[in-house]
């Protein structure tokens, strides 16, 4: 698909390279970023996922003015050290160019070849794998710090185990399944997508994470949500109207025993009692009980995602910076540091 497509006619607002590696008979997608004067989308820019993501998030803080300007100053005074830890110049192993890239198990003698083989062709890059957390990944973000990775604090996601639910399920999720047989919409099954289904995907995808939310998400097009469902690297579901015309919809990626919702959109122009996000979030839910994976909810409505048996857990992205001169190695130390120490503590004292 990479070598097919040129990235911004799937991505509008990335700027990268994508190759793969072979490590151990295992192939995993690869991401060469590289600084550029514009903020890149924050799957490959951690300057924009660091500052200006966590800017945008601090709407949060607005009801205490004093925390609120606080924040805002902590972040800028971080942007120095971003600029010297060179993050931005980086290769990101296993990157499917999606808000969270489940990873698939990696052992200590692998970890040591992908630090080998990639910061011999890649000297000046910092070498990276995201979307890791201690409960699916506990084994894998181990070996990866024996082998001299280091872990930098990303953000709270919440993780459902749907290996193994409870005997009796939380009552949103029974709400939820109630209102998935009673609504007026109807659903659409993965093989029932159209290309004028993947245009009306892309535009509800933008409707709720960039324009409700922040333009700095990914901007995935049409094309995209086609090539990867296409593929098979995607699954789709959705709801329609009386005219057949989607108004919700899901995009599924499975990976590791980890099943994601990348995609997820609706039209936010219809009654919010049609509960449109409850049902496209219900047949995530429902896929990974079904088929006993986990279900990483992703970031944000954390009220509502613990209401339906979620898990609040600290996502991390694992940094190989060996290779590189002494003072990024230094900034990411300290980077390190200031995440761990004063950034996980913000993020669980505030819910964010």
């Known amino acids: 698909m990479f070598n097919a497509v040129p990235i911004g006619e799937l991505i509008a607002n990335l700027e990268?390279?994508?190759?793969?590696?072979?490590?151990?008979?295992?192939?995993?997608?690869?991401?060469?970023?590289?600084?550029?004067?514009d903020a890149n989308c924050y799957i490959c820019c951690p300057r924009t996922a660091y500052i200006d993501y966590a800017i945008d998030e601090t709407r949060n803080f607005v009801q205490s003015p004093i925390l609120f300007r606080?924040?805002?100053i902590l972040i800028h005074c971080c942007r120095p050290l971003l600029w010297t830890a060179g993050l931005d110049s980086q290769v990101q192993i296993n990157n499917w160019l999606l808000s969270t890239n489940p990873v698939p198990f990696i052992d200590v003698?692998?970890?040591?070849?992908?630090?080998?083989?990639?910061?011999?062709?890649?000297p000046g890059h910092a070498i990276v794998v995201r979307s890791l957390n201690k409960q699916t990944d506990f084994e894998t973000i181990k070996n990866l710090r024996e082998a001299g990775f280091r872990l930098l604090p990303a953000r709270r996601i919440y993780l459902f185990d749907g290996r193994q639910p409870p005997p009796k399920l939380p009552q949103n999720v029974r709400?939820?399944?109630?209102?998935?047989?009673?609504?007026?919409?109807?659903?659409a099954p993965d093989d029932s997508f159209t290309e004028a289904d993947y245009h009306r995907a892309a535009d509800l995808y933008k409707m709720l994470y960039l324009d409700k939310y922040t333009p700095l998400n990914p901007d995935?097009?049409?094309?995209?949500i086609r090539e990867m469902h296409q593929r098979g690297l995607f699954k789709l579901a959705g709801?329609?109207?009386?005219a057949g015309q989607l108004v919700a919809v899901a995009g599924?990626?499975?990976?590791?025993?980890?099943?994601?919702?990348?995609?997820?959109?609706?039209?936010?122009?219809?009654?919010r009692k049609d509960g449109l996000y409850r049902l496209v979030m219900a047949v995530g839910q429902s896929l990974a009980l079904d088929n006993k994976q986990f279900f990483n909810m992703s970031a944000g409505?954390?009220?509502?995602?613990?209401?339906?048996?979620a898990k609040p857990i600290i996502e991390y992205t694992a940094v190989y910076e060996k290779h590189l001169p002494r003072k990024q190695r230094y900034a990411i130390r300290i980077m390190e540091w200031i995440l761990s120490r004063i950034g996980i503590p913000l993020l669980e004292r505030f819910d964010l």
């Open 70 to 72: 606080l924040v805002k």
């Open 220 to 224: 995935y097009s049409p094309c995209y």
């Open 252 to 271: 599924f990626f499975f990976n590791a025993q980890t099943l994601t919702q990348p995609i997820v959109g609706y039209d936010t122009s219809l009654p």
């Open 175 to 187: 709400y939820d399944r109630a209102l998935r047989r009673q609504t007026r919409y109807l659903f």
């Open 109 to 122: 003698m692998s970890a040591r070849n992908i630090a080998k083989q990639v910061s011999t062709t890649h």
């Open 301 to 309: 409505a954390g009220s509502f995602k613990r209401l339906r048996g």
């Open 16 to 37: 990268t390279d994508i190759t793969k590696i072979t490590v151990n008979g295992v192939d995993f997608p690869v991401s060469i970023n590289r600084p550029t004067k």
């Open 239 to 242: 709801y329609r109207d009386d």
